[in-house]
């Protein structure tokens, strides 16, 4: 608990310094943290210390920790398959990983069926890399446009990821790309979207996310070791 916790008071620390160095407020900045290889006792501490929202990759995990911690805001960040939309709509507080037009008539009809509304960003593939997924930049308006027809899915912004071997400084320009996406997109109007979040930036690189204009960071190692 108390590795945790000094651990937890650095990343805020670094937080704090890089909204500064951005322009922006730390309050305003949400810390995810990534609970996929963490057990269910240690993602209760970090509630414990003030941390409350929590991402999962998986579906099954999502469940089981969310039914263990249900005050927690629950985010889906892995990637998503419609056999398991059932699980997770009406259950998480937003999903980081809607990545094409299929799927995003997939989550509007079954958040139709259960009469609520899905919150989605929009993953955009900035580094190009053909092993990641995620809607190229060329096509982000085009899917955007679309979007007007989808009556209970809700847009609320972009995730990205820098490529696996980036390290702080090298994850910049990807970051700094989507953040000049969106600033270009907001001058239009699209129905049901609202681009108001900017999901990048993790435990190698997050520093450098929020000074790019980040202001939902997902963090796993640099917080649970």
Known sequence: MERLRQNFITIQQKVEKAARK??????DITLLA??????????????????????????????????????????????????????IIGRVHLIHSLDSWHMAEEIDKRARYLETEAAVLLQVNISGEEQKTGVEPADVATLLDSLGQLLSLRLYGFMTMAPLASVGEESRPV???????????????????????????????YEV?????????????????
């Open 22 to 27: 951005s322009g922006s407020r730390a309050e």
């Open 34 to 87: 990534v609970t996929k290889t963490v057990d269910i006792e240690t993602t209760q501490q970090a509630y414990q210390l003030g941390i409350r929202d929590f991402g999962e990759n998986r579906t099954r995990e999502l469940n089981r920790k969310q039914a263990a911690l249900p005050a927690g805001r629950w985010h889906m960040i892995g990637r998503l398959q419609s056999n398991k939309l059932k699980d």
């Open 175 to 205: 970051f700094a790309e989507l953040y000049n996406l969106r600033e270009k997109l907001k001058e239009q109007f699209f129905a049901n979207v609202e681009l108001k979040y900017l999901s990048m930036g993790m435990s190698q690189d």
């Open 209 to 225: 996310a929020i000074e790019e204009g980040a202001n939902i960071v997902r963090i796993g190692s640099a917080l649970f070791g």
